[in-house]
């Protein structure tokens, strides 16, 4: 992944947006812009400083409620699609 500042448009979830920075092969900085503030926030801190292909291997599939997706779902889609 390109280093530098990255933003996803989400779909079908409540948080808007996703942020992070990609700096040497690693993600930091997760942000979220809407969402469940105190999970997303765990997440985040949990995920900072991991690869792309670690995150999207954790998050990727994980749905919340009836959606078919999540916020964590969206942020694999958002490592895949920047690459």
Do not use: P, W
Request: hydrophobic share 35%.
């Amino acid at each position: 992944m390109k280093d530098g500042t990255h933003t996803y448009q989400t779909h079908g979830v409540c948080a808007r947006t996703i942020t992070f920075t990609a700096k040497n092969g690693k993600i930091y900085d997760i942000q979220f812009n809407g969402g469940c503030n105190g999970n997303l926030k765990m997440i985040s801190k949990l995920l900072d400083g991991m690869t792309a292909e670690e995150i999207n291997a954790k998050c990727a599939g994980n749905i919340c409620g009836m959606k078919g997706t999540s916020c964590a779902d969206q942020l694999a889609k958002a490592m895949i699609s920047e690459q």
